[in-house]
């Protein structure tokens, strides 16, 4: 693709962006050259450094979360520097590297907001899907909704805490809420999970990794992290959990988790797509069990688990993609032709 420079420009910058667009449900991603946007009031611009790849973003592709526009530049685990900043922006600078995760806006003023649960705003806005996000070399985000970063990881180790690290963060606060948890079962050992594991392991817990039968590669992953015991998702652990979080989008695993959690403790799913949850005995269920959902994030979420995951030593295992390889690493992701996380690198 070629990029075309503006001689007009001093700096040496480039008068187009490029981006990797989605036009319809189903499809691919199409290579798109734009002018550079500009930043509004209350928000900066981003050179993209990196910006992970989520399995919400494969939600977005095959339109199981409904399209909201015409196009859409997928991408919500967004390292970038700033480059230009809108009016009334005072507390960030140009060069600064922020990271920009799924929630883009909330309204503010609606119940959720003011209870302090702006992750559930019924008017909010989500990078890469109501919003472009960062499958691109630049993006237009809000001020307020963006993080510094923890300066000992590298850009691609930043990009899959913003939403893989976040929602795990997110659903074991969850599941550790009003009991005590020392055995902790994940189900699905993606990207969410690995990242989870090192932090609960840091924590004191034992981690039961449940994988898809066959994926040794990722098995092999949570025994390297520390996991006590890692095998496939439809087995029974070797011994009851206190707590269980679903990554994997399979409903079909709801009632197993369910059947593995001693009484009075949890089971939290952690996707925001989820098939079918199929009809169970009410056994699994009783006995005080919790079953409950996490929905996208806070901006809360993120000061509390960023300066945690530094220091717990947390580091992601990535797999790293030019942007124009962004279908590649989102057929790679679907087919679990990877351990831990993949990241475009623009």
Known sequence: MIRIKDPARRDGSFLHMRTMTLRHPGGPLRP???TDPAPAAGQVRLRVKACGVCRTDLHVLDGELPARRPAIVPGHEIVGVVEAIGAGVTDVRVGDRLGAAWLAWTCGRCRYCREGRENLCDRAEFHGWTRDGGYADKVVVDASYCFPLPP??????????????????????????????????????????????????????????????????????????????????????????????????????VPLALGAVRKGGAVICGGIHMSDIPAMPYARLWGERTLASVANLTRQDALDYLPMA????????????????????LDDLRHGRFAGAAVLVP
């Open 152 to 253: 000992g990881l590298s850009d691609a180790e930043c990009a899959p805490l913003l939403c893989a690290g976040l929602i795990g963060f997110r659903a074991w606060r969850a599941a550790c809420a009003n009991r005590e948890v020392d055995a902790l079962g994940l189900y699905g050992f993606g990207a969410a999970a690995h990242l989870l594991a090192q932090l609960a392991i840091w924590r004191g817990q034992r981690v039961f990794a449940f994988v898809r039968r066959g994926d040794e590669a990722a098995a092999a992953l949570a025994r390297e992290l520390g996991c006590a015991w890692a095998g496939p998702s439809d087995v029974p652990p070797p011994e009851q959990l206190d707590a269980a979080i679903l990554f994997a989008p399979v409903g079909e695993l």
């Open 32 to 34: 798109e050259v734009r």
């Open 310 to 329: 530094l220091e717990a030593g947390v580091r992601p295992h990535t797999a790293a993609y030019p942007l124009e390889r962004a279908n590649e690493a």
